[in-house]
C-alpha cells in the first residue's frame, strides 16, 4: 500500500499544469515535472534559485513581484493573475498564474495559449459577424420558436422604424399589417403554443426554408404597408431552435416595375399613333369604299322609286345594304380615333447609348426566359442625339422583339442577339447594329421589308418596321436590313442617327412638339 506522502508526490508529478513551491525570499523549494518542461529547465539547476532568476528573469514581471512581495506577505490568502512572458523555446505564451499562502507559498501555472487564440479567433469572429449585421443593406432578424425576436440589426431598423431597443423582447406581428388576420398570427400574439403559432412553424417553415425568397407586405412602425422579399432558415444555439428572416425593402424596386410598365404602355401609344401616319392612305381608301358603296345602293334604290321598279323586299334589302356600309365606315373612323388618341410628343436631348441599356431591360425577363443570350459593344461614352425618347425606344423594341421572335422561328441551339454602336461620318453619325441568329429573311421579301401591312410573320399586321423607318427619318436617320452579314441565315438591321452638339446636357427636354 502507498504512503500518503508518496501518493501525494504522484498526484504532483502527474498534474499537467506547472506546480512551483516558493520559500519567503521567493526561491525554489520544489517544482513539478510539468512546470520543469514549461519553461526547459531541470529540477536540480533551479532548486533554491529565484523564481525570477529563471531563464534569465523570464518570471520577473512586475505584476507577478507584486503578488509575491506585497499582496501574499501583507495577509491575501490567493491571487490569480495572467501573464505573457516569452519563452527561449516557444515564444510568448499566455500563463494563468493562481498563488496560495500555505507553509509555502504555491504557485499553480497553467498555459492557456491555445484557449487564449482561440477565443481571440471566436471574438474576431464575432465581430467580423456584427460588421457584416451592421453593414449589410437587408433586415436580418432572429425569432425564438415562439415568435419573440431576439436579434434586430441595423438595416431593420431604417425598414421598420424600430430601434433595436423597441423590437427585442416584442413579438414578430408587430411587423404583419394588421389586416392580415390569421391563424398564426393570432398564436403568436396570444401565447397560444399549443396547436397555434409553433404547430404552424413545425408545418409551414420548412417547406420556406432555404427556398427562393418570396414577396410579402410588412407594417413599419407608422403603419404604412410596404413590399418585402422574405427569405427564412434555421439555427440553433446554446437556447435551442432559433429562426432568422433576411428581408430587403422591395419598393423602389416596385416603384421602377411600375415606371417600365408605363414606359411599355407608352410605347404602345406610340406604335398606334404611328400606325395612323403610315395608313393614312391606306385608311382614306378603305373609308372610300363603304362610302361609294352606299352612295351606289342608295342611287339604285332612289331609281327604284322614281321607275315604280323593284317590290318592297327588293328597297328594304338595299337600304339595310346602305347601312351595312355606312356602319363599316364608322367603324374605320372609330378605330382611327381610338389610335389616334394621345398626348404630343417631346424632343428633347438624350444619350443614345443610355436609352437602349433602357429598352435592353425592358426586355431582358423576355429574352432570358428563352435562354436568348445578349453581346453588347456600346462603349463607354455618352452619344447624345436629340429627339422623341418614346419613339426612338419605340424602334430599338421594335428590332429586338422581332430578333427574339426570329430566334424562337428558328430552334437554333445558338441563341444570341448582339448590339454594336458606332460612331460614323466623321463622327457626324451614330450607327446602331443589331444582329440575331434567327430564321433569316427571304431575299424574295427584302424589297418589301418596309412596306406598310406587308409581313413575312404568320401573326403580324405588317406594320413595325414601316413605323420605325418612319421613326428614324424623322429624326434625319436612316433605317435598313442587311440579311446574312458575317453569318449566313443571320439578319443584322442597321439604323443611323445624327449626333446632336453638347452644348445642353442629355435628358433636358426642349419644349417642342412632334406631330
Known sequence: MMRPAATAEAIVDALRQGLVALDASQRVVMANPAFCEMFQTDPTAIQGKSLFAIHDGVLDIPELRIVLEDSLPSGMPSAELEIRPTLPHVGKRVLRVRARRLHHVLLVIDDITERERQAEALRGSEARARAILNATADGIITTDPHGVITMWNPAAERIFGYTTDEALGRKVTMLMPSSQDSPQKSAIEHGDDHGGFIAWFRDAVPRIIGQTAREVVGRRKDGTRFALELAVSQFYDEKGLRFVGIVRDITQRRHADDDERQRLAELVRVHRVSLVSELGVSLAHEVSQPLAAI??????????????????????????????????????????????????????????????????????????????????????????????????????????????????????????????????????????????????????????????????????????????????????????????????????VRLTVPLAPQTTRPGRTRRRNVA
Open 295 to 492: 352612295v351606289n345602293t342608295l342611287g339604285v334604290c332612289a331609281r327604284y322609286i322614281r321607275e315604280g321598279k323593284g317590290t318592297k323586299k327588293d328597297l328594304l334589302h338595299l337600304v339595310n345594304r346602305a347601312i351595312n356600309e355606312s356602319l363599316r365606315a364608322s367603324e374605320i373612323v372609330r378605330n382611327l380615333r381610338e389610335m389616334a388618341r394621345g398626348r404630343p410628343l417631346q424632343r428633347q436631348d438624350l444619350d443614345l447609348r443610355a436609352l437602349i441599356e433602357r429598352v435592353i431591360h425592358l426586355i431582358a425577363r423576355h429574352r432570358e426566359r428563352h435562354h436568348i443570350g445578349l453581346r453588347l459593344a456600346l462603349g463607354d461614352e455618352p452619344l447624345p442625339i436629340h429627339g422623341s425618347a418614346v419613339e426612338l425606344e419605340q424602334v430599338i423594341l421594335n428590332i429586338l422583339q422581332n430578333a427574339i421572335e426570329s430566334i424562337l422561328e428558328s430552334r437554333r441551339s445558338h441563341r444570341e442577339i448582339a448590339i454594336s454602336l458606332s460612331k460614323i461620318a466623321d463622327d457626324k453619325l451614330v450607327e446602331v447594329a443589331v444582329r440575331d441568329t434567327g430564321v433569316g429573311i427571304p431575299s424574295s421579301s427584302m424589297e418589301r421589308l418596309f412596306e406598310p401591312l406587308f409581313t413575312t410573320k404568320p401573326s403580324g399586321i405588317g406594320m413595325g418596321l414601316a413605323i420605325s423607318r418612319s421613326i428614324v427619318e424623322a429624326h434625319g436617320g436612316r433605317l435598313w436590313v442587311a440579311p446574312g452579314e458575317h453569318n449566313p441565315g443571320a439578319t443584322t
